[in-house]
T-cell receptor, first 113, second 117 residues
Framework: DAKTTQPTSMDCAEGRAANLPCNHS???????VYWYRQIHSQGPQYIIH???NNETNEMASLIITEDRKSSTLILPHATLRDTAVYYC??????????????FGKGTKLTVNP | GAGVSQSPRYKVAKRGQDVALRCDPI?????LFWYQQALGQGPEFLTY????????KSGLPSDRFFAERPEGSVSTLKIQRTQQEDSAVYLC???????????????FGEGSWLTVV
């Protein structure tokens, strides 16, 4: 019951910006969008999250559309070490206080030299 | 330690054996999650704790799976009578109390790799 859809794979040239799209058309008003990435045999690594406004940190930028139905993760200058599976996730919180991240299948990003 | 710690890192179990996987969350983290990740798939939610209370166990695949967090810190995921389909990486994650205005970060451990033979 993933709430996000992403392309299965993408390629990017080293040193260029990588733009990873995500659709979350059924997102609710108080649900955050999170991005994680996972390199083989490691646990998911947090990248960035946002609700309505665009966000930027030392790793990436997150652009969320005004209707919140889609977003784009931008890695400004991709390096070979950025090759990983990138997950766009909705954080769901229930009235009873429970919460969870619902992962989809992710986008396999390959950065080429 | 600085991050979420999981042990054992690797476990090979014979079919029918019971296993216990341990998670040490980041100190002070109220929320604790367990996820199961099969090869080539995204992580699947298993269960959620807020302190010692298990608020959601909807993702546990069968009654052979049991999780506890008796003192609100360390958590154990127990799998009884393991079967081959239980082979997966089991991920633990933790976070501070939810902050509505800003959200907060959920930190994952490196996972426990379980192989049932």
């Amino acid at each position: 019951d993933a709430k996000t859809t992403q392309p299965t794979s993408m390629d990017c040239a080293e040193g260029r910006a990588a733009n990873l799209p995500c659709n979350h058309s059924t997102i609710s008003g108080n649900e955050y969008v999170y991005w994680y990435r996972q390199i083989h045999s490691q646990g998911p690594q947090y990248i960035i999250h946002g609700l309505k406004n665009n966000e930027t940190n030392e790793m990436a930028s997150l652009i969320i559309t005004e209707d919140r139905k889609s977003s784009t993760l931008i890695l400004p200058h991709a390096t070979l070490r950025d090759t990983a599976v990138y997950y766009c996730i909705v954080r769901i919180r229930s009235q009873g206080g429970s919460e969870k991240l619902v992962f989809g299948k992710g986008t396999k990003l390959t950065v080429n030299p | 330690g600085a991050g979420v710690s999981q042990s054992p890192r690797y476990k090979v179990a014979k079919r029918g054996q019971d296993v216990a996987l341990r998670c040490d969350p980041i100190s002070g983290h109220v929320s604790l999650f367990w996820y199961q990740q099969a090869l080539g798939q995204g992580p699947e939610f298993l269960t959620y704790f807020q302190n010692e209370a298990q608020l959601d166990k909807s993702g546990l695949p069968s009654d052979r799976f049991f999780a506890e967090r008796p003192e609100g810190s360390v958590s154990t995921l127990k799998i009884q009578r393991t079967q081959q389909e239980d082979s997966a990486v089991y991920l633990c994650a933790s976070s501070l109390v939810w902050q509505r205005r800003s959200g907060n970060t959920i930190y994952f451990g490196e996972g426990s790799w379980l192989t049932v033979v």
